[in-house]
């Protein structure tokens, strides 16, 4: 297949977003699948570890899948085993790195293009994040871009703060500790100057910033229209704390209601995102929505479908993912949920990884 | 302690252990078939598992095994009821301590049996905190049949781990025997009297090694291959004994993958003689294997998952990731010599209970013997013979008896 499929995909995926963010449909079911089963044999052909895990499934020249729900989800992990890129991964523009422990290896996954990724990114930050107003400050308790070029959270912020910010964005996650005090400086500047914040940042990194703060006796009353964007949970990780409890906290300690505060759920090894759907802000279980390029199937552990309503792992299914793979396998346990999924961690005894295992070295780099 | 029980002289307490475990042998035995009931619901392990650990359990206690350990821990039975002389040494009496205290663990099979016995024998009052198969109760009213002053000495419970009757049953324990994670080990050791021996024995695991010696012929694979195969799948994969990583030398008859193949196939034939105790692989096993077969779909390693039963092998898994401790699977690791197999369980400061090595000479090679030894491992065993260790050797290096006693010599 030459550079002209690649280009042909990639327009196709563009004119989704762009239908999308028009306010369109953005796909129905047979574009879904045209795209989806497109992406796949294109990344079977360019993609030789997919391709052979394909093989071992059933899947090759002679047998395509028949929809997008049978195309072979590459199980997470092995975006640590193999390069899984459909061109030549040096040419990437994006490199991102999955979080993982010093003992464990990172996965990679590699982005053709950019623009891509970044289409995919604004256009569901734009919706689910932003729809009511053109820019926020951000104050991120993300890695930093600069220092961490491989974290896709880090790139996700960086770049919202970029086209979205009000010029004075700012990092409060060092290499080694959330900076709570430049925080409350930030935060108690945005509130002098009334303007409206986006404090984003993983679940563990908002429990330690709020241990801090409370530690301290700070509270604020965040500038109406403030947000929160919070992602990466805790993984498994040693300290846990419930998410109504950690709400509640935010709430308290940043002046900014529940209903604004938003999780968002995405993973290095995927180009687009899920976000709590607006109506379930304030319902007591939150039901995540992700723009119409991606789809979710909930599978059991032999990987088949379970009926609506019923439990069982995640597998996604990003149109974004042109140049890596189109299907990915979590261990993230969910059920849907309209239609959307609701999110319920990970399955025990998975090997904890995900965006918050930065926070959390940087916490026990400090004990 | 009773009078009457102090004067039981130490023998006699052996003839009373070996004779209910005698009676418990049986498998009819009306105890140990409600027993049996029990475990199988409590642990969800399929009957012929339980039966099988039953059989080990009580084979095991014996009064030649319980004789030939005293003997061998303190010179002489005789020394747990009054003064011995010792060549060259003082004499001596063992003097049982008044009380013990032992914490059963969630995922074995009366591993407090053998504890329960020393304790006795060294005449102590035991308190055990057993797990709701009921079956330490039920082997003590057995004992009471044999000797009622024995079962008079025996208490048994479910204490909740917060609970006060258990704290207060550790606190004033000379001597506690503990058995599970190291959160609850630590837990136990908080409320011990200072001068309390505590003995705990935590999670570990167990490894294997087979030399390239003992893949040179088809009935010395076979024998290697049954033997890992039981080891891997006995308990599903639980307890400190459970096979769950595998190394094998690469340059004999047989290539690394062909045993993997071989192990393999006695993995399902394994799982006739020791069905699993649930039907599919758990979650994280699953997600082990679709990340294998992945990687065996790239030419690295080989997967291989049971047919009929939950059962994962995998060859050649990531070396810079510990081997998978998940239930009923078992990695295989290709390796030149003995070091490579001391630099991954260094790496991964994995703690270990036991080595298994391939059977016969074949497997001993000294310097295996030496990497064995020297792996941290309290024990070093045949491979299919992990499951089963003796009662007459020491538990996880501890001594069985000389914990119950205090030694008072006159000089």
Same mark, same amino acid.
């Given at each position: 297949?030459?550079?002209?499929a690649a280009?042909?995909?990639?327009?196709?995926?563009?004119?989704?977003?762009?239908?999308?963010?028009?306010g369109?449909?953005?796909?129905?079911e047979?574009?879904?699948?045209?795209?989806?089963r497109?992406?796949?044999?294109?990344?079977?052909?360019?993609?030789a570890p997919?391709?052979r895990?394909a093989?071992?499934?059933g899947? /090759?020249?002679?047998?395509?899948?028949r929809?997008?729900?049978?195309?072979p989800?590459?199980?997470?992990?092995?975006?640590?085993?193999?390069?899984?890129?459909?061109?030549d991964?040096?040419?990437?523009?994006?490199?991102?790195?999955?979080? $993982?422990?010093?003992?464990? *290896?990172?996965?990679?996954?590699?982005?053709?293009?950019?623009?891509?990724?970044?289409?995919?990114?604004?256009a569901?930050?734009?919706?689910f994040?932003?729809?009511?107003?053109p820019s926020?400050r951000?104050l991120?308790?993300?890695?930093?871009?600069?220092? *961490?070029?491989?974290?896709?959270?880090?790139?996700?912020?960086?770049?919202?703060?970029v086209?979205?910010?009000?010029?004075?964005a700012?990092?409060?996650?060092d290499?080694?500790?959330?900076?709570?005090s430049?925080?409350?400086?930030?935060l108690?500047a945005?509130?002098?100057e009334?303007?409206?914040?986006?404090?984003?940042g993983?679940a563990?990194?908002?429990v330690?910033?709020? /241990?801090?703060?409370e530690?301290?006796?700070? %509270?604020?009353?965040?500038?109406?229209g403030? %947000?929160?964007m919070?992602?990466g949970?805790?993984?498994?990780?040693? *300290?846990?704390?419930?998410?109504?409890?950690?709400?509640?906290?935010?709430?308290?300690?940043? $002046?900014?209601a529940?209903?604004?505060?938003?999780?968002?759920?995405?993973?290095?090894?995927?180009?687009s995102?899920?976000?709590?759907?607006?109506?379930s802000r304030?319902?007591?279980?939150?039901?995540?929505?992700?723009?119409?390029?991606l789809r979710?199937?909930?599978?059991?552990?032999?990987?088949?479908?379970?009926?609506?309503?019923s439990? $069982?792992?995640?597998?996604?299914?990003?149109l974004?993912n *042109?140049?890596?793979?189109?299907?990915v396998?979590?261990?993230?346990?969910g059920?849907?949920s309209?239609?959307?999924?609701v999110?319920?961690g990970?399955?025990?005894?998975?090997?904890?990884? $995900?965006?918050?295992?930065d926070?959390?070295?940087?916490a026990?780099?400090r004990a | 302690?009773?009078a009457?029980?102090?004067?039981?002289?130490?023998?006699?307490?052996?003839?009373?252990?070996a004779?209910?475990?005698?009676?418990?042998?049986?498998?009819?035995?009306?105890?140990?078939?409600r =027993?049996?009931?029990?475990?199988?619901?409590?642990?969800?392990y399929?009957?012929?598992?339980?039966d099988? +650990?039953?059989?080990?359990?009580?084979?095991?206690?014996?009064?030649?095994?319980?004789?030939v350990?005293?003997?061998?821990?303190l010179?002489?039975?005789?020394?747990?009821?009054?003064?011995? !002389?010792?060549t060259?040494?003082?004499?001596?009496?063992y003097?049982g301590?008044?009380?013990?205290a032992?914490?059963?663990?969630?995922?074995?099979?009366?591993?407090?049996?053998?504890?329960l016995?020393?304790?006795?024998? #060294?005449?102590?009052?035991? +308190?055990?905190?057993e797990?709701?198969?009921?079956?330490v109760?039920?082997?003590?009213?057995?004992?009471?049949?044999?000797?009622?002053?024995?079962?008079?000495?025996?208490?048994?419970?479910t204490?909740?781990?917060e609970?006060?009757?258990?704290?207060?049953?550790?606190?004033?324990?000379d001597?506690?025997?503990?058995?599970g994670?190291? #959160?609850t080990?630590? @837990?136990v050791?908080?409320?011990?009297?200072?001068?309390?021996?505590?003995?705990?024995?935590?999670?570990?695991?167990?490894a294997?090694?087979?030399?390239r010696e003992?893949?040179? @012929?088809?009935s010395?694979?076979?024998? !290697?291959?049954?033997? #890992?195969?039981r080891?891997?799948?006995?308990?599903?994969?639980?307890?400190?004994?459970?096979l769950?990583?595998?190394f094998?030398?690469?340059?004999? =008859?047989l290539d690394?993958?062909?045993?993997?193949?071989?192990?393999? &196939?006695a993995?399902?034939?394994?799982?006739i003689e020791?069905?699993?105790?649930?039907?599919?692989l758990d979650?994280?096993?699953?997600?082990?294997?679709?990340?294998?077969?992945?990687?065996?779909?790239?030419?690295?390693?080989?997967?291989?998952?049971g047919?009929?039963a939950?059962?994962?092998?995998?060859?050649?898994?990531?070396r810079d990731?510990?081997p998978?401790?998940?239930?009923?699977?078992? +990695?295989l690791?290709?390796?030149?010599?003995?070091?490579?197999? =001391?630099?991954?369980?260094? =790496?991964? &400061?994995l703690?270990l209970?036991?080595? #298994?090595?391939?059977?016969?000479?074949a497997?001993t090679? @000294?310097d295996?013997?030496?990497?064995?030894?020297?792996?941290?491992?309290?024990?070093?065993?045949?491979?299919?013979?992990?499951?089963?260790?003796?009662?007459?050797?020491?538990?996880?290096?501890a001594?069985r008896?000389?914990p119950?006693?205090r030694?008072?010599?006159?000089?």
């Open positions: 297949m030459s550079d002209a280009r042909a995909l990639d327009d196709a995926f563009l004119a989704i977003v762009a239908d999308w963010t028009r369109g449909a953005g796909c129905d047979a574009r879904f699948d045209e795209c989806a497109a992406a796949f044999a294109y990344q079977r052909e360019r993609n997919y391709a895990f093989a071992a499934l899947f /090759d020249a002679r047998r395509a899948p929809t997008w729900r049978e195309i989800a590459v199980p997470a992990a092995a975006f640590k085993d193999a390069t899984l890129a459909t061109f991964a040096t040419r990437a523009e994006l490199e991102f790195h999955t979080s $993982g422990t010093t003992a464990d *290896r990172a996965g990679r996954h590699y982005v053709e293009r950019a623009a891509l990724y970044d289409a995919a990114l604004l569901g930050f734009d919706r994040m932003l729809p009511d107003r926020l951000f991120n308790l993300v890695p930093n871009p600069r220092l *961490r070029p491989h974290s896709s959270l880090g790139y996700m912020m960086g770049h919202v703060a086209l979205r910010g009000d010029g004075k700012a990092y409060f996650l290499d080694d500790a959330v900076d709570a430049a925080f409350a400086r930030a108690g945005a509130c002098a009334a303007r409206p914040v986006c404090v984003a993983t563990f990194a908002f330690a910033l709020l /241990d801090a703060l530690a301290a006796g700070t %509270r604020f009353a965040a500038p109406p403030s %947000r929160v919070e992602t949970g805790f993984k498994g990780r040693s *300290r846990v704390v419930e998410r109504a409890e950690l709400y509640a906290r935010l709430e308290a300690a940043l $002046g900014i529940q209903e604004a505060i938003v999780a968002e759920y995405g993973m290095t090894e995927l180009v995102q899920y976000y709590d759907a607006p109506a304030t319902a007591a279980t939150r039901v995540k929505v992700a723009p119409p390029w979710t199937l909930v599978v059991d552990d032999a990987g088949c479908e379970v009926p609506d309503g439990e $069982g792992y995640l597998r996604h299914v990003d974004g *042109r140049s890596s793979v189109v299907a396998q979590t261990e993230d346990r059920y849907r309209g239609d959307g999924i999110l319920l990970r399955a025990a005894d998975a090997p904890a990884r $995900g965006c918050s295992l926070a959390e070295d940087l026990a780099s | 302690m009773s009457a029980s102090a004067a039981l002289p130490a023998r006699r307490i052996v003839d009373a252990l004779d209910a475990a005698e009676r418990w042998r049986d498998a009819d035995f009306p105890a140990r078939v =027993a049996t009931r029990g475990l199988v619901a409590r642990t969800g399929t009957e012929p598992v339980v099988f +650990a039953l059989d080990r359990l009580f084979e095991s206690l014996t009064r030649e095994a319980l004789a350990t005293i003997a061998g821990e010179g002489s039975v005789e020394a747990l009821d009054g003064f011995v !002389a010792r060259g040494r003082p004499d001596v009496f003097r301590v008044a009380r013990a032992i914490v059963s663990s969630d995922t074995t099979i009366g591993v407090a049996l053998p504890a016995a020393f304790a006795l024998c #060294a005449k102590a009052r035991v +308190a055990v905190k797990r709701d198969d009921g079956l109760a039920a082997f003590a009213a057995t004992l009471a049949e044999e000797r009622p002053e024995l079962g008079q000495r025996i208490e048994t419970g204490w909740p781990a609970s006060a009757e258990l704290r207060a049953r550790l606190a004033r324990a001597t506690v025997v503990a058995f994670r190291d #959160a080990l630590a @837990d050791r908080a409320v011990l009297a200072p001068n309390a021996r505590f003995v705990p024995f935590g999670h570990r695991t167990s294997g090694y087979v030399t003992a893949l040179a @012929d088809e010395l694979v076979r024998a !290697a291959a049954r033997g #890992a195969a080891d891997a799948l006995l308990y599903d994969g639980d307890g400190c004994l459970s769950h990583a595998l094998v030398e690469r340059g004999g =008859a690394v993958a062909a045993f993997a193949r071989a192990v393999a &196939a993995c399902d034939e394994a799982a020791f069905p699993a105790g649930y039907a599919e979650a994280a096993t699953a997600a082990y294997r679709r990340r294998a077969l992945f990687r065996a779909a790239q030419g690295e390693g080989f997967v291989h998952a047919a009929v939950p059962h994962l092998l995998v060859l050649d898994p990531p990731e510990p998978p401790l998940l239930r009923r699977t078992l +990695a690791y290709a390796v030149d010599e003995p070091r490579d197999a =001391a630099a991954f369980l260094r =790496a991964h &400061a703690p209970e036991a080595v #298994a090595l391939a059977p016969g000479a497997g090679r @000294d295996v013997v030496r990497f064995a030894s020297e792996s941290g491992a309290a024990r070093l065993c045949e491979l299919g013979r992990l499951q089963a260790p003796p009662l007459a050797a020491e538990h996880g290096s001594e008896i000389l119950f006693v030694a008072i010599y006159r000089a």
